[in-house]
């Protein structure tokens, strides 16, 4: 089960703790921050406090795409307030790359900077279809992004004023295969590298330079969605299942490598995180991660090495 291990004002600065912080959030523990380790101006929180969104597409959390600096599922009238959005979170967004460059150095020359978000809803009683629900205890897997086995690093800022954000979380990912995996979540075959595979793989490259989004998902992300979904669905886990409660307070933050530890946001508004993905050879503890803990349990292949290199290719 997850520790929380509090990260001190300016132990970063020391060389060694780059390594600690990262052994730590490998081995599912999450990093807590009393305050921002960062600059983040009041009249920029202010502003976010400050967002009513309108239209159907209000229960969704608005994203910043650094690659593209660009902001999508902003739904106001205000074109000024738009403009103002992209930079309030184009800033975090930087501050906490930066931040994170020098706290987890060994990450920092060759991962790659996701979305970053912000999550303007109360979590609590949040109308969300069953898998799309945060407060359902879960391992995170992207259905329209696929990692290939790269890791899903996440940093958490809860800008709330007067409320915590209140988690819980249960079981890492190697209990959970271990328990589920084969059985109620079934092993997918080893990746491919017949001409028939081939042939797929290229067809769907093809497909993609068109413009046409046909992601193309290893055994692994096969295996990552179905347990994501198994376990939001299952009833007897999320009531029995061993659970720690957390409550990070206003002003704080937290770092966590969501795609082992499970987790699920119980209450809370006003919440900001930016993803990384972190790649395998990055890492100082590989034999924790996921996708190599899944490759022992099935004893299968559960990557296309051709297809975890290119997703770096273009490293932001």
């Not at 790359?97 to 020098?102: A, C, I, P, Q």
């Not at 987890?104 to 912000?118: E, G, I, Q, V």
């Not at 007897?236 to 946001?265: G, I, M, R």
Request: glycine share 4%; aromatic share 12%; hydrophobic share 35%.
């Amino acid at each position: 089960m997850a520790q929380k291990i509090i990260v001190q004002d300016g132990e970063w600065n020391e060389e060694k703790n780059r390594f600690h912080y990262a052994k730590e959030l490998e081995s599912g523990n999450i990093l807590f921050f009393h305050a921002p380790p960062f600059a983040f101006p009041q009249d920029e929180i202010d502003f976010l406090l400050a967002q009513r969104q309108s239209g159907s597409a209000s229960r969704k959390n608005i994203a910043y795409k650094p690659d593209l600096d660009k902001v999508t599922n902003h739904v106001v009238d205000d074109l000024v307030s738009t403009e103002k959005m992209r930079e309030v979170l184009r800033n975090y967004s930087n501050r906490v790359t930066k931040f994170l460059s020098v706290l987890l150095s060994p990450y920092a020359n060759t991962w790659k900077r996701d979305y970053a978000s912000f999550r303007p809803f109360q979590e609590q009683g949040r109308k969300l279809r069953l898998r799309a629900r945060n407060d359902l205890l879960h391992v995170d897997s992207f259905p329209t992004r696929p990692m290939h086995g790269a890791r899903i690093l996440r940093f958490f800022t809860n800008i709330n004023p007067k409320e915590g954000r209140k988690w819980v979380t249960s079981k890492p990912f190697g209990d959970l295969a271990a328990e589920f995996g084969g059985s109620e979540v079934p092993f997918p075959l080893s990746a491919g590298f017949t001409l028939k595979d081939r042939l797929e793989r290229k067809m769907k490259d093809l497909l993609s330079k068109t413009g046409i989004k046909v992601p193309f998902r290893s055994p692994y992300d096969v295996f990552m969605l179905k347990l994501h979904n198994f376990l939001k669905e299952n009833e007897d886990f999320q009531k029995n299942c061993p659970k720690d409660y957390w409550e990070f307070p206003p002003n704080s933050c937290w770092a966590v490598f969501t795609d082992l530890v499970s987790h699920a946001a119980l209450s809370g508004q006003y919440a900001l995180e930016q993803t990384f993905i972190i790649p395998q050879r990055a890492l100082l503890l590989p034999e924790k991660a996921p996708v190599n803990v899944l490759e022992r349990l099935s004893n299968r292949n559960m990557i296309d090495p051709v297809y975890s290199t290119q997703m770096f290719a273009d490293r932001s």
